[in-house]
């Protein structure tokens, strides 16, 4: 995989910029940096604040998202996402990051954010891209990306990307939320714990409940 240019960091740059006005409540102070231990910060939203004095530059930092990961073998890709639980200092200030690599034929699978908007930006490799809008209308809008191409995925609305070109791709995707939330579609139908009855979905996707059972035994975590 070839390393990031010059020009992709200005991308990526102007993704996040891009997010000015975000979906997460607007700070009230100048930063509120997430801490696990409640006893050493106030809460204010999002996650409880660290004492401004114990903040660091580190609280604002990380690095690696430069490096690919090997991709699930399941559905031939993998996301690598920084939001507020990889760097605390975005707590309240309502975006995030992600890094998704996608190996030959892998895909993104159908999946929804529910708290955030989302904007990709394809790094290297061709992409299939869509999302289809809410009832009635379900209306699906698709394009084929290439390197350099951006597109939009409105919030909560059902999305997908697919690695349609003959090698490797890489895209990075800006969110407008510290913690925007992903529900993959499959997963969460087929497999939600304890399981959802067979027959419920039988109905809802017009299969016989044999063939649900069948599909949530493989999606069981």
Do not use: W
């Not at 996301?79 to 760097?87: A, D, H, L, S």
């Not at 090698?167 to 510290?178: D, E, I, K, R, T």
């Amino acid at each position: 995989m070839k390393s990031l240019s010059f020009l992709t960091v200005l991308a990526l740059l102007a993704i996040t910029l891009s997010l000015t006005k975000a979906s997460d409540p607007s700070p009230l102070q100048d930063f509120c940096v997430a801490v696990d231990i409640p006893a050493y910060g106030v809460f204010v939203n999002g996650k409880f604040c660290k004492d401004p004095k114990l903040v660091t530059v580190e609280d604002f930092f990380i690095s690696g998202i430069n490096k690919p990961r090997t991709p699930n073998p399941k559905t031939g890709s993998i996301v690598t996402p920084v939001n507020v639980n990889q760097i605390p200092g975005l707590n309240t200030l309502g975006i995030s990051i992600v890094r998704i690599d996608y190996a030959i034929n892998g895909q993104n699978p159908p999946h929804t954010h529910p708290r955030a908007s989302e904007i990709l930006y394809v790094a290297d490799g061709t992409l299939l891209v869509g999302f289809v809008t809410s009832n009635t209308d379900n209306r699906l809008f698709t394009k084929v990306l290439y390197e350099g191409d951006v597109f939009v995925f409105p919030e909560g609305l059902i999305h997908f990307q697919a690695n349609v070109g003959k090698y490797p791709a890489v895209a990075f995707a800006g969110l407008s939320s510290q913690n925007p939330g992903v529900i993959t579609i499959a997963d969460t139908v087929f497999g939600s714990n304890p399981p959802i009855d067979p027959n419920v979905l039988a109905t809802a996707f017009q299969l016989d409940a044999t063939t649900v059972m069948d599909l949530q035994t493989k999606f069981k975590k």
